[in-house]
């Protein structure tokens, strides 16, 4: 199965994000950790797999998140900024 992760170039949390990637690929996962847009792209023309969004349920990402969803995959959000107001009936 395939996790698409999205990874900063000027990260404060760049260990800790390497911890997850190194962790599913010991135990049998496909991770693709590049930047934003080509995280998003690979994951539209992709097989279904696990999407790490670090933008939460914010609406800015609603047809994104549509699209995704349609594709099968699942959609995990970790906003690390905090609270975040969602409108969790975006999907």
Not at 29 to 40: C, N
Not at 54 to 74: G, P, T
Request: contains cysteine; neutral net charge.
């Amino acid at each position: 199965m395939n996790i698409f992760m999205t990874l900063e170039v000027v990260s404060r949390e760049l260990e800790s994000r390497a911890l997850l990637p190194a962790y599913a690929t010991l135990h049998g996962f496909d991770v693709f950790l590049v930047r934003k847009k080509e995280t998003i792209d690979r994951a539209l023309v992709s097989v279904p797999g696990i999407f790490l969004s670090q933008w939460s349920l914010h609406r800015n990402f609603r047809e994104l998140y549509k699209k995704l969803k349609a594709l099968c995959l699942v959609i995990i959000c970790l906003d690390e900024e905090g609270l975040v107001t969602s409108d969790l009936n975006i999907m």
